[in-house]
């Protein structure tokens, strides 16, 4: 044999050997293997064990105490695509609504509004839980504990006086609100209906728990001797003072109540017997009908702090600060000291009793136009 063919042999030779060491090297598959186990291992869901966000669209109808936050709703509708229709109602009105429409709301997000009408809600299962995960970081005393309510600020309630008339009648400034007893304030002095205006509710339950009941169905049966009539808006009182119909007005404080000194003579009183207040809520209508999102909104204003600082913003009050506490951006304006102690629960306990004597004080004074 030739070294030429010897060479070639032996060329194949080794051809052949790698060839079988490479089909030995790639093992088979099986039939209880898929081709992904052969390959890699696979993860687990970016997602598990987190709420994914809802599929949310159409348009999501929306009760709301002022026409004002339709900045905000049109800063969710820019970021969702979600349509926003807002309905303008005072926190009494829309609870009497909801009882009437039994269980069939016609709106989906409730926003703003005294906290007993939200609480009172509840309890006739008219409200639909909502949970996230920035609902931690609310002050726990300002959310339900079932998150069927959330608050979103507060309401504060002091006087407004009008210094001309003031000045006119001959009348001293009242200091606390035992001093609006005073026979010389008769017919000079009004409030707001509080079966309808949440602010005044707070105003009658938290002077009712300071005082005592007892010593507090007093005070309000000598204040009725000189309040003219009972408005049935809570803008009225302030608005009615710098008309110069009345010289006080019974009202919540906030920064819009300021700037009124900047073109009226108008005097602010912060009562140094304490402060009412009331958180004012938010909430979803239970069977709405786009609840989903009604509760994303909810999730989308809490979780984000540059939307509640636009809260703050449109508001004028810094009180969101209190209510979530890690909340940047915003700082009180005031100290939390001036507040009176409250126990919230008794908004919504004390609601029907305390509304139902108080309708028996105010006789013909409530006005119902």
């Known amino acids: 044999m030739s070294k030429r063919v010897l060479s070639a042999l032996l060329a194949a030779a080794m051809l052949l050997s790698m060839a079988a060491c490479n089909k030995e090297e790639k093992a088979p598959e099986t039939e209880n293997q898929t081709p992904a186990e052969n390959t890699t291992t696979e993860k687990p869901a970016e997602s598990e064990g987190k709420e994914e966000k809802p599929e949310i669209s159409g348009t999501m109808k929306a009760i709301a105490t002022s026409e004002n936050y339709v900045t905000l709703f049109d800063k969710f509708t820019a970021e969702t695509g979600v349509k926003v229709e807002l309905l303008s109602m005072s926190s009494g009105d829309v609870l009497s609504k909801l009882r ?78 035992e001093d609006l007893t005073d026979p010389s304030y008769q017919g000079e002095i009004i409030m707001s209906n509080p079966a309808i205006s949440g602010t005044n509710y707070a105003a009658v ?87 989903e999102a009604a509760k994303y909104f909810i999730e989308w204003l809490f979780s984000n702090d540059e939307n509640l600082q636009l809260l703050a913003e449109i508001d004028q009050k810094t009180s969101i600060k209190l209510i979530k506490p890690s909340l940047e951006g915003v700082e009180l304006d005031y100290s939390p000291d001036i507040l009176m102690e409250l126990d919230l629960s008794k908004f919504g306990s004390m609601r029907e009793s305390i509304l139902a004597q108080f309708e028996t004080l105010m006789g013909d004074k409530a006005v119902n136009e």
């Open 100 to 177: 009437a429409e039994g269980g069939t709301p016609s709106a989906d997000l409730w926003f703003g509004g005294g906290i007993d009408a939200f609480m009172s809600a509840k309890e006739d299962d008219l409200l639909e839980p909502v949970t996230f995960e920035a609902a931690s970081e609310i002050d726990p005393q300002f959310r339900d504990p079932d998150g069927c309510w959330y608050s979103k600020g507060l309401t504060i309630v002091g006087f407004l006086l009008n210094d001309k008339l003031m000045e006119e009648l001959n009348l001293e400034q009242p200091a606390t609100w």
């Open 205 to 291: 339950n938290s002077l009712l728990q300071a005082k005592g009941e007892e010593a507090g169905w007093e005070f309000f049966n000598a204040l009725n001797e000189n309040i003219a009539y009972y408005a049935k808006r809570g803008s009225d009182p302030k608005n009615k003072v710098i008309a110069d119909e009345f010289a006080i007005g019974i009202t919540y404080l906030d920064d819009t109540i300021t700037a009124l000194k900047e073109d009226y003579d108008v005097t602010i009183v912060y009562p140094e017997d304490g402060i009412p207040w009331i958180p004012d809520g938010v909430a979803c209508f239970k069977n709405a009908e786009n609840v």
